[in-house]
């Protein structure tokens, strides 16, 4: 599985993106996730998609604000990031999961295959 980030900017607070990852192989099959980087910092858990589009996952640091979707037909996952704070700013990350059962892993551990990062800057 390859996977394609793209999306990223520069975006005034308050501001959104719309963050997608296109997917080669069998993604249909795989859960999805983004992390993020900031400098400095350890990659992070952002959100998280099953296979299925029925398992969601959040952290607790984006939710109510961010989220994920995905179209298995497109072998693409999305996350839309809204209400944007600078605190927001990082690489952003898309993985896949090869791991059992339709379930929305928040573990770095979990997850078999990474994209590039797309750089999301948010500006105070």
């Known amino acids: 599985v390859q996977l394609q980030a793209y999306g990223g900017g520069l975006v005034q607070a308050g501001g959104s993106l719309r963050l997608s990852c296109k997917a080669s192989?069998?993604?249909?099959?795989?859960?999805m996730g983004w992390f993020r980087q900031a400098p400095g910092k350890e990659r992070e858990f952002v959100a998280a998609i099953s296979w299925s589009g029925a398992g969601i996952r959040y952290a607790d640091s984006v939710k109510g604000r961010f989220t994920i979707s995905r179209d298995n037909a497109e072998n693409t996952v999305n996350l839309q990031m809204n209400s944007l704070k600078p605190e927001d700013t990082a690489a952003y990350y898309c993985?896949?999961?090869?791991?059992?059962?339709?379930?929305?892993?928040?573990?770095?551990?979990?997850?078999?295959?990474w994209g590039q990062g797309t750089l999301v800057t948010v500006s105070s």
């Open positions: 993985a896949a999961s090869r791991w059992m059962g339709d379930y929305a892993f928040h573990g770095i551990v979990n997850y078999n295959y």
């Open positions: 192989g069998r993604p249909s099959t795989y859960g």
